[in-house]
């Protein structure tokens, strides 16, 4: 949905950068088909999308969930496509035109795109962090405090790219292995030794990171969500695991895993014993724990007791799970063997991640927040903790996507009806499904003397949130975050929660 033009122009000019011409022979490995004979064949890019292939491309036909990329053959064909690669081999090519049969399409395409990039993975300490929530928290704050002058740090993530030298937007948490490999060789391109990443269970389902060297794995935490596609809690943990067991590539040096987690603890007791691990949590008999915790409005303080020992620590992150984001942060930047305390120094000045507990502020006397919290845990923790911390009342507007988990609709309004003094449900990415069918989930949710309006246009419910706003009360507008749009029948129509906040406060504060 996101992947338009100017965001595929934007991946296309890195490629530009860093793509070299690979004779076809020199990227093949074994698992590929023997019967390939034209192994001088020159390879000038690596695609999966038919949109995207250039003359002399290699073109990966992966199968997908609603139609296959050998419907799309003929497309890469005009374009220059000069080996195919699929999992058929009944496919008609013509004469001059390699086909090469390959078991699993996805995981040759992540092989050939690490061989035709020279395996950068190898040349940099990689940082992968997964989990259900928190993932871009802690990459963003990783990147921060590992960060100096004159050493970039490269960061893959949900809300964009940083490539060292430059910023482009995000348009997949964890991009396809053709777009992966070329960031990281643009990385090294422009000085970075180390780079973040947020690792999707998605991302690790669909081979796209299958075979990636990565230094240090991070486990946040496993909550419900995306069980339409996993299909039940194991699932979705049995493929966050293989990221850390050397299922999908190298086993990491490190793991630094959430200790108060019930899927952290199991995943510490399944790692192989050369993994070293390194816990974090509120826990007794974590390797980085927070103590004496005082959160309130500014942000949190705590006492970290660590391997270092004990130290004070600062954030201006606000909430008892930001404490925990920080930990996990702090971990990992011990795992690098980075001095800790100077990044709890550092930790003061971090500025926070866009879309994530965003201010708007226009002058009005309550306080406006939006947040990407669209699952049940991460809604009850954004609200729980601005109940802690706001005086007036809390007041949420959010919404539940279409096409995807409908068990988890009732438990976003059972949350919001327990920690909410108000709230308006309406649209939030409703893709192909009716805003009724989605209500109609939402409301078997809503508990009993709980204030809850079903708004489907979401413009006017964060309108009618601001309108009973009072004087030291809060209002949440969650789901959506950093997104500027919002899926609407394969259609990306703009729409960002933070202009949309900010445009109706002018209006109702000045008047314009």
């Known amino acids: 949905m996101k992947n338009n033009l100017e965001e595929m122009q934007n991946v296309e000019s890195v490629k530009s950068r860093v793509s070299p011409d690979r004779l076809l022979g ?32 290699a073109f990966f036909a992966i199968p997908g969930r609603r139609t296959s990329g050998e419907a799309y053959l003929d497309e890469a064909l005009e374009r220059g496509a000069k080996v195919v690669v699929s999992e058929s081999s009944n496919i008609k090519l013509p004469i001059g035109v390699t086909n090469i049969k390959v ?11 690490k061989n035709f990039y020279n395996s950068p993975d190898e040349a940099m300490s990689l940082i992968g962090i997964t989990g259900t929530n928190g993932k871009t928290t802690v990459s963003t704050l990783t990147r921060y405090l590992l960060e100096e002058p004159g050493r970039p740090v490269g960061l893959i993530g949900t809300v964009q790219y940083n490539l060292g030298d430059r910023d482009i937007p995000s348009f ?3 991009p396809e292995a053709s777009d992966l490999y070329p960031m990281l060789k643009s990385m090294l391109v422009a000085g970075c030794t180390n780079a973040v990443m947020e690792v999707s269970s998605h991302g690790i389902h669909q081979s796209r990171v299958t075979g990636l060297n990565l230094e240090i794995a991070t486990f946040m935490n496993l909550t419900r969500d995306h069980l339409d596609y996993h299909g039940g809690m194991e699932e979705y943990y049995r493929e966050k695991r293989k990221l850390f067991n050397g299922i999908n590539g190298p086993l990491p040096k490190v793991a630094v895993i ?24 509120f826990e007794e008999n974590n390797h980085f724990r927070a103590n004496n915790i005082t ?9 970290l007791e660590s391997p270092l020992g004990n130290t004070v620590v600062a954030s201006p992150l606000i909430g008892r799970y930001n404490v925990s984001n920080v930990l996990a942060s702090l971990a990992i930047v011990h795992a690098m063997g980075e001095d800790v305390l100077g990044a709890v120094q550092k930790l003061r000045k971090f500025q926070g991640v866009s879309g994530r507990m965003e201010c708007v ?9 939006v947040d990407y919290a669209h699952t049940p845990d991460a809604l ?12 007036g009342k809390v007041r949420v507007v959010f919404g539940c996507g279409g096409d995807r988990d409908k068990g988890k609709r009732l438990e976003m309004t059972r949350v919001a009806c327990a920690a909410a003094d108000q709230i308006w449900a309406t649209s939030d990415n409703p893709r192909t499904e009716s805003i009724d069918s989605i209500f109609s989930d939402m409301k078997k949710g809503v508990c009993r003397g709980a204030e809850v309006y079903f708004v489907e246009d979401r413009r006017r419910a964060i309108d009618l949130a601001l309108e009973a706003a009072d004087e030291n009360d809060c209002v949440l507008i969650a789901g959506k975050g950093h997104e500027a749009y919002q899926e609407i029948q394969y259609t990306a129509i703009p729409f960002d929660d933070r ?3 900010g445009d109706l406060l002018n209006a109702k504060l000045y008047g314009g």
């Open 499 to 501: 202009s949309i906040a």
């Open 380 to 391: 009850r923790n954004a609200l729980e903790m601005l109940k802690e911390c706001t005086k």
């Open 103 to 113: 078991n699993d399409a996805r995981s040759a395409l992540a092989r050939f795109s």
């Open 258 to 281: 959430n200790g108060d987690c019930p899927y952290g603890k199991r995943l510490a007791q399944e790692l192989p014993p050369q993994v070293q691990v390194l816990t974090f949590g």
């Open 295 to 303: 959160l309130d409005s500014d942000g949190s303080k705590f006492l």
């Open 172 to 174: 997949k948490t964890t």
């Open 361 to 369: 502020d226009k002058g009005q006397p309550y306080r406006v927040l």
């Open 26 to 57: 020199d990227i093949i490995d074994g698992n590929s088909s023997h019967g390939v004979r034209n192994g001088r064949q020159l390879i000038k890019a690596i695609c999966s999308d038919s949109r995207r292939v250039v003359p002399g491309a």
